[in-house]
């Protein structure tokens, strides 16, 4: 059973670094599909950024410069290192995962494997 755990969130003051980690377990894999999302209440879930086997990496233009997506092969492990953080980067976080090459465009639906979920909360 594929399973993902978030870590790595909470409150920071704009200007300010977190890293999320996201441990994958459950599955091997040659071909995959990662990302990040993120949802602020009453919207819908937006894609953050994503990493596959076939292409590098890819982001949102609202975050792009300040986040760096990275994928730990040996551990598994999916990061999200966010930089100059600011208060509309404010959400609930999600991991998500996918075992096949990532379409030009992965929005959410593309994705059957989620973490729970991890607030960044960032004040000005």
């Known amino acids: 059973q594929v399973q993902l755990r978030e870590s790595g969130g909470g409150s920071v003051e704009a200007g300010g670094s977190l890293r999320l980690s996201c441990a994958v377990s459950g599955s091997t894999y040659s071909n995959y599909c990662m990302g990040w999302f993120r949802q602020t209440p009453g919207k819908e879930r937006e894609g953050v950024a994503t990493?596959?086997?076939?292409?590098?990496?890819r982001y949102a233009d609202s975050v792009k410069g300040r986040f760096t997506i990275s994928l730990d092969n040996t551990k598994s492990i999916l990061y999200l290192q966010m930089d100059r953080l600011n208060p509309e980067d404010t959400a609930m976080y999600y991991c998500a995962a996918d075992f096949s090459v990532c379409p030009f465009i992965a929005t959410p639906a593309h994705f059957p494997y989620w973490g729970q979920g991890i607030q960044v909360t960032v004040s000005s």
């Open positions: 990493i596959g086997s076939v292409y590098s990496t």
